[in-house]
């Protein structure tokens, strides 16, 4: 294709070509392929850009060109030159074949393909593919405008702006999961295809759709909604639970929002006072996170695989306990000495959930060798669906 693409490239005006090949894929290619190639928007094909440039040169020339396939290695003096013109393009580096890309003329870019050839598969593809280069572009200024709104939240809470540094070290605290961690950075850097990644001025009307919450009547799917804005089941709740556990140890509940769900771990809870509150500060990144974290994956598997069936109210207790429940588990196996360096401190784990534990006042002092302590949030029974 390379070696087409040359051949095309510098042939001048009034000069038909006849170009003998013997790479029958890059005929097919260029002939009976190609309307299928440019319906689907060429998505998942390697060396589209290639393609796409040789079709461009092709089509601008007003000479004949001829493709004619000849078998290979045989001696033909014209193909052994060809081959050696592969070679080298093969090994032409990454960005100089993203060069090859941007050159294509625009108007015969074809980017979008026909809605009618869009299988879902497809098109999750295309998402994938398009504009690489743009969307990356678009996600630096996505996670900088995502910064900006957690220094600002923070600034507000704490009184001092915490550096972008703090922020991202903040995401990757030691007492989150390693899912945590990557959904913390995943949403620090806006990078979820929800809400308005959907609308992108090359997208199909169907897929701009998709930036809409289906159970909130046009309201654009982001994170924040989906954290704290939507109205299917599950995230009021989760918070309600959050909140009712959070005040039980005595302290005033904030409700946070995305840009305080990521920096949690930099959220002062005692400001008040000037004394440090570390099992406060601990229960309280462990309480955000976990609870941020659910609503999350209640969303996707809703999505995905409930075809959008809302969680009953029973579903969303029960899930949001065992969430806390295995969390404090996990907790008192920590303090396991045989994990050496890695175990935690039990009076550390003790300090977190002071205050919030299920008939506290009847267990030991130390209560982490005891197994089944539970976290004291008796789940309601649903009232509406009693
Ligand atoms: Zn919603």
């Known amino acids: 294709m390379t070696a087409i693409l040359a051949a095309v490239g510098d042939n001048g005006p009034r000069n038909d070509l006849e170009i003998e090949t013997d790479s029958k894929y890059a005929i097919e290619t260029l002939t009976k392929n190609l309307a299928n190639l440019e319906d689907t928007g060429y998505i998942g094909k390697a060396n589209k850009g290639l393609i ?6 092709i089509r601008s020339t007003d000479n004949k060109i001829k493709l004619r396939w000849v078998k290979g290695h045989n001696g033909h003096a014209g193909n052994e030159a060809a081959d050696k013109l592969t070679d080298s393009g093969a090994r032409k580096p990454r960005d100089e074949a993203l060069q090859i890309n941007e050159e294509i003329p625009m108007a015969q870019h074809l980017t979008g393909a026909k809605l009618s050839k869009m299988t879902q598969s497809l098109a999750y593809r295309a998402i994938r593919e398009i504009n690489l280069k743009a969307a990356e572009q678009k996600n630096r200024k996505r996670t900088a405008e995502m910064m900006d709104a957690i220094q600002n939240q923070v600034e507000e809470i704490t009184k001092e702006t915490p550096t972008e540094e703090r922020i991202w070290g903040a995401t990757k605290n030691k007492d989150f999961s390693r899912q945590i961690r990557y959904y913390l950075w995943m949403v620090a850097h806006d990078t979820y295809r929800i809400g308005t990644h959907w609308l992108q001025a090359n997208y199909s009307e169907e897929l701009q759709k998709r930036s809409e919450c289906p159970h909130c009547n ?16 599950g995230q009021e709740q989760v918070w309600d639970l959050a909140k009712e556990m959070w005040t039980k140890t005595g ?3 904030t409700q946070p929002w ?14 008040e006072k000037k004394d440090r509150d570390p099992g406060g500060d601990r229960l309280w990144r462990i309480l955000v996170s976990e609870s941020a974290y659910l609503i999350w994956k209640l969303q996707c598997e809703r999505v995905i695989q409930n075809e959008n069936t809302p969680f009953t109210t029973q ?12 969390r404090l588990d996990l907790d008192c196996e920590m303090t396991n000495e045989n994990l050496g360096k890695h175990k935690l401190n039990t009076k550390v784990v003790l300090q977190t959930w002071k205050g919030a534990l299920h008939k506290e006042k ?11 302590v539970l976290v004291g949030i008796t789940p309601r029974q649903s009232q509406e669906e009693g």
């Not at 796409?52 to 040169?57: E, F, G, S, Y």
């Not at 046009?218 to 089941?233: A, N, Q, V, W």
């Not at 009847?362 to 089944?372: D, F, I, Q, V």
Request: hydrophobic share 35%.
């Open 52 to 57: 796409q440039l040789t079709v461009a040169k």
């Open 251 to 253: 302290r005033e509940w």
């Open 258 to 271: 995305i840009s305080n769900i990521v920096a949690c771990a930099l959220t002062k809870t005692n400001r």
């Open 315 to 326: 579903e969303v207790n029960n899930r949001w306990t065992a969430t806390i429940n295995a």
């Open 218 to 233: 046009g309201k654009i799917e982001d994170m924040g909604h989906i954290l704290s804005r939507c109205e299917t089941p």
């Open 362 to 372: 009847n267990l030991p002092r130390n209560w982490t060798k005891l197994n089944g």
